[in-house]
T-cell receptor, first 113, second 113 residues
Framework: NAGVMQNPRHLVRRRGQEARLRCSPM?????VYWYRQLPEEGLKFMVY????????ESGMPKERFSAEFPKEGPSILRIQQVVRGDSAAYFC???????????FGSGTRLTVV | AQSVSQHNHHVILSEAASLELGCNYS??????LFWYVQYPGQHLQLLLK??????LVKGIKGFEAEFIKSKFSFNLRKPSVQWSDTAEYFC???????????FGAGTILRVKS
């Protein structure tokens, strides 16, 4: 089992560009969660998705951020028109159901220059 | 809203010293509790978790944690740390069947050899 796969590991974008972060959950896991880790802070919940559905997006900024988890393929976290404050590590986690603990991916470190 | 407090942001210990990292949460109901570890440059790994039953939970690598409901605490302990325990440790809480883990800010442990 390959675990939760995130790519790219590192992503550099100029201000105003778009960032697309990908997450493939563990085999058999249909629940995907995205978290953001800012320097000197813990992980902050962003969004929880199941296949083709957004279940809870209470942690997502209202503008420029979106997430999807299509029927086929990885979950995508999309950040439009990135700003310097978006620089962070973005972690994806998956679980087989809502009661189990998560398995985390290695994260994508986004740097906006 | 649920919040998680980790008492120390940085801890420095010598090898063979005992470790206790504090974690308190705010939610008064039934909770699931987790400790994750993040080694330098790596993803978060689950150390241990508590869902119900014996409040003293044993995890990997000699770690244990004790759930004290009356104190809203879930402190992490290890009797004798090793240099390889140098990492950042995160406490996290979720309501049963809840959507999201709420993380503490993390404690960076440095073990001197």
């Amino acid at each position: 089992n390959a675990g939760v796969m995130q790519n790219p590991r590192h992503l550099v974008r100029r201000r105003g560009q778009e960032a697309r972060l990908r997450c493939s959950p563990m085999k058999g896991h249909s629940h995907v969660y995205w978290y953001r880790q800012l320097p000197e802070e813990g992980l902050k919940f962003m969004v929880y998705l199941q296949k083709e559905n957004i279940i809870d997006e209470s942690g997502m900024p209202k503008e420029r951020f979106s997430a999807e988890f299509p029927k086929e393929g990885p979950s995508i976290l999309r950040i439009q028109q990135v700003v310097r404050g978006d620089s962070a590590a973005y972690f994806c986690a998956s679980s087989p159901d809502r009661a189990s603990g998560y398995t985390f991916g290695s994260g994508t470190r986004l740097t906006v220059v | 809203a649920q919040s998680v407090s980790q008492h120390n942001h940085h801890v420095i210990l010598s090898e063979a010293a005992s470790l206790e990292l504090g974690c308190n949460y705010s939610y008064g109901g039934t909770v699931n509790l987790f400790w994750y570890v993040q080694y330098p440059g790596q993803h978060l790994q689950l150390l241990l978790k508590y869902f119900s039953g014996d409040p003293l939970v044993k995890g990997i690598k000699g770690f244990e944690a004790e759930f004290i409901k009356s104190k809203f605490s879930f402190n992490l302990r290890k009797p004798s740390v090793q240099w390889s325990d140098t990492a950042e440790y995160f406490c996290a809480v979720t309501e049963p069947y809840g959507n999201k883990l709420v993380f503490g800010a993390g404690t960076i442990l440095r073990v001197k050899s």
